[in-house]
């Protein structure tokens, strides 16, 4: 364990280890992500959920401009916390390679695959000089040959498989919430309520379709779909979260 | 939080972020965006108006020559507060991507796409080392199939849509006016009026004719218009802002 | 507003901004503009006038080898104030891309275009790593069109059209003799005068024809002239600047 | 011998040798392998074993998504210990490799061949500027003409052959028991039960089926094969490993 | 004015101005012209001179090679004073660009093109990191269509037209004597004995036929000529310089 | 000489001279050196000998993969003391040139030739930035035409021929027992067992088969041998060294 | 004149000049020079002579191999100071640039033509960042159209034609004996001894031949021919050097 002044002699980039083997610049990436609001992921064996609270500053802003969950594929959404920007550079990543796959292959991209792409990307900026790391962590959510696949992505370019996860600001909170009412049985909808409840544990007050985002991609279908606003209310009218 | 000196640790690049996540030199560029005069952009089921503040140095200069709204293509315009020739280069950009999008689709590129190619432009000065990122905010105007929009881009390469947003010198009270007086039902004329308005909040002098740059998309034509200067000082006279 | 210690922390490149949002690289630039003998510019309805002064080392020195004034395309003149070999390097920017819009559209390129591609260079030494800023100040003049245009490039890029204006040494004194004397209606040999006056007005001493070098663009001709020596004589002799 | 301020004046980059002739950056990228989780493995007279501890952050995450060994070439598996996204990294250049032999020679690489190809892209990184050591440590195990390899790399790009060897956290009890149990004679059984006997020996708790992934080639088959979970907790029913 | 302190903060490189807007560097590279031995430049209506002292360091070193003064083209010679191999390489330079002028227009070059592509050369040593300045001023000197030219060129890149000029150690003294003593009438010769006067001027010893190098290209015939020992001997006896 | 604190102002890389004309990175390539474990060679009229002390970290470990001796052509072998990857990144260096020879001019390659190829890639890590030197040295021998030869190459990329030598730990050591013991007119077997005795004046523990490497390249055949292992143990038994 | 404080300021790279226009780098590297061994060139009516003294650090080392004195081309001999593998570089631009002129013009290279190269080369390395400087002085030395020309380089990038003269440790010692000594009627036979009497007047010990490497080019044959140890020994022989 180093002092401060010790921290900052191996914290200006990411070409150098701290003498216990850390690479600091790394960290701090992660605390990027923390800074953002957060983003919800939950595999259930009818597809997967991905959902986001999204701030917005102002009435006058169009919170659909605060975009945090991005169609990739036919088959593929990602949801992202942390840096704006970077997220959306990962997600171009994210969609040139899907494309890619299809022109010279004609085939639809694994899941996998394409997660493997992103962190490729991001691995690089944590080791070669001239930049940082990509201050952002996402979800990636698809369903292929009718499985359903959920990933996370750090900034350290490392990926986990999981079946529900919470990234960015509140992490901790939804988390728990997760591991406590997740269940590997519930469907699509209780998929999204629960992803719904893993984000308003996070806060105070009570969620409203304007604060969130959410897409799913379901078994059947193994399409992409943004769950319009209408069905957030009523989900949310449905449902109290217990907090 | 951290204090000054440990602040100028980890100010002096875009390359590194500080132990908390964040990208000073990306926030001192938004310093640089406070400093210009303001812009603003109104959206009106008529169309978009950007109206901006131009400063003159001396009676002799040519107020027409501090441009801070720029047409971009036929069905977009795009007004600047900060650093006036990095938004002329990020207009440059815009244009160049507008031409391509016509010459290789032949096609007119849609607001959206064109707001992502600017802020996509401005991300890569965020996170790659040998540059400066843009001290710029740009407020990027237009309509597309009979829809006005209106998106804002920052200097962290971050885009959002408004109904109607200030940046720039005096922003807070240019915002805090439009968001007391917006409402969605305005017509065209309403919005310039709203936008001159909102700049004339953060002053105590009248607004003259001279000081400020009005540009229109209206939804009928589609086309970017200049609002002449007559026209200005006619709705000028019309019009006593209470501050 | 900054100590000089802090300042000192934020000014040995371009690549990064200020706590405050400021270029201090950019701003010393402007500082070597000051350090160069003045240069001045006159538009009138009959055309436009540069004139520059010009300090002699030694009565062996040619003085016309201490060239601030120089033609760049037939219709178009540069006077220049601060680094002389940076003032040299911009006006071979300045007849490159005026040859080459000639060469591939067969068009005299406009005096608005050609300051463009001046300021653009100049911003680029602004925001990428590896280079200084330029030096130097210019007023582009010229006639197109038969509308004369008179315009002032600054060390960040930015550019601005004027009616009169000094740049370099003296700035202060000669645009205040400048503001004070300057008519619309002024003819050519009427803008003359005024520029050396403009000039005079920086020095307690008596200005020769030794001392300045001028050039105009008449709106009739739309031809660059320098103005002979012996002119430069007859009209000294018979103006009496008063200070 | 160095003290540690003496030691900072050397340590922030590959490109320089401390005073006594050691290249510190490449001593905390061997810290950072030993952050991880430990991975071991055995060579014994019917193939070879690699195993690997793998950590799970939360009940919700997919064991298998920490993925720590990697099938290279149908001969080859790679087990790592360290920073994961480097070691992707590393298995990505092992597998083009791999691909570029058998394409270009029609024949399968050699393991130790396919071992250096790795360790010459390690020690690049250990000797030129512009990036980090390789913060990761392999075993690279195959059989070849019927014989089994199995080799360990390092960050400083150096490789050695092992009968049976430990490497990441814990490396030193996992080692110790190696020695203490290694026998030339044992077969690919009891080479897992001899892999899984180290790997429990670095932690106080019991090790489940869940905790470990494990994977051999066999000389008969030649033919890398991940070993099933129910195969592992018949094996670890069977063992109890007395610490 | 700056203190010692303030000053070094700004003197390491081509790429930065200090806040009084001086380019420290290139301050410094007059200085290594200031170390070299003098050399003189005379303009007469019939031709130009070159003259450089020249120091040998031990009696067997052959003066000769202590090159000052080069031939450039048939019309052209340069004398030097600064660093040597700077000297070397700028002449270099110059004699391509001559053979350029020659090969693609069939054209001798202008004495004052030539002169300008060497100070754009110069030039860009002083605004692109990762190079140092020049340390060498030049007199380029030469006739074209019968007019005689003498040119300066500094480390900043800007060059000076003369009639007789002094550069390198003992400047002061040698212009001086060269303002006492100059005439627009003197010939050849005179300007001959002119230059070996000004270099006379700098030194407490009388000057030898060694002690220099002289070198004139006379109007009739255009044609650079190396003044021989033996004339230089004939001239120096006949002339007694005052001091 | 310099004191620590001088010292380190001019270490910290291979692009700077001290004060005094030392290059202190090549210096610390050379305690690198010293830190590896010794390797010696010897020439005899028969054929030149190279052999290398290997250390082995664990029971478990293969000795042979402690490379320290390398075959690089038919007729010429390496050893190496150092740095074990850099010392296999000269190797490929040696190798590559060995097979250009003969591909381009049907020839085998001098020893000398190779050497230098060799010590020309060290000489550019010595003077070019961006990179550290090799911290390693090596011993080619070979015979060509007929004739041993045997080179020693040092982190400064300076090469010199011997009749015998040491390199690496215990050089001092092993260098006195060779020159003590060296005779021009030992046969081959005498070169292995004075090679093995200069190996074995470092320690002080017996010199077994397990802890050496040898090989050599006869007069007779031109053609690289490794000793076997049991001719080493033959010899081992056959002589005792007195230390 | 700088205190040790200031000096360290400057001198840490080739691209930047101290306040008083030296440049340290190229000062440090003449001091490489001084820590070698010395070299002695003769130029006399009959050819030229280099000869160098060679340190041998043991008696096993070869003294051929401590090459000071390389053939650069038929008629061509280079001796060198210092930096051993800096020399070697530096020898192989000659010789490359020598066969170059045979290959495009079917010539012989002068002299001077081939010194210029090489001294272009040097300078390169003392105006560009990124490198360090050559730590070495050569003689040039060779006969071309029947003229003997014997020139020094040294770390600046100058050159200077001598008729005698030293390089290297010592150089005062035997520059003084060539000066005291040095007679232009000298035949070949007595510019080797004049040689070897400058390299014997910087040590304390009587210089026999194995101390020494000596090369002529004599004007008759202008081929360049190393003096066999036997006949240095007759000279030395000869020949007692008083002290």
Known sequence: MQNQSQQQAYDRG???FSPDGRLYQVEYAREAVKRGTGSVGVRTPDGVVIAANRSVRSPLMEQSSV?????VDDHVGIASAGHVADARKLV???RRRAQTE???YGETISVETLTRSVTDHIQEYTQTGGARP???ALLVAGVEHGEPRLFETDPSGTDYEWQAVAIGGGREDSQAYLEENYSQEIDLDGGIELALGALAATSEDDLTADD???ATVPVDTETYEAVPRDDLEGILDEVSFDE
Chains 1, 2, 3, 4, 5, 6, 7 share one sequence.
Do not use: M, N, P, S
Request: no cysteine; aromatic share 4%; glycine share 4%.
């Open 14 to 16: 990411t070409t150098i």
């Open 67 to 71: 975009e945090k969950i991005h169609q």
């Open 92 to 94: 171009d990543v994210a």
């Open 102 to 104: 299809q022109l010279r």
């Open 134 to 136: 990509f201050g952002v």
């Open 212 to 214: 969130v985002e959410v």
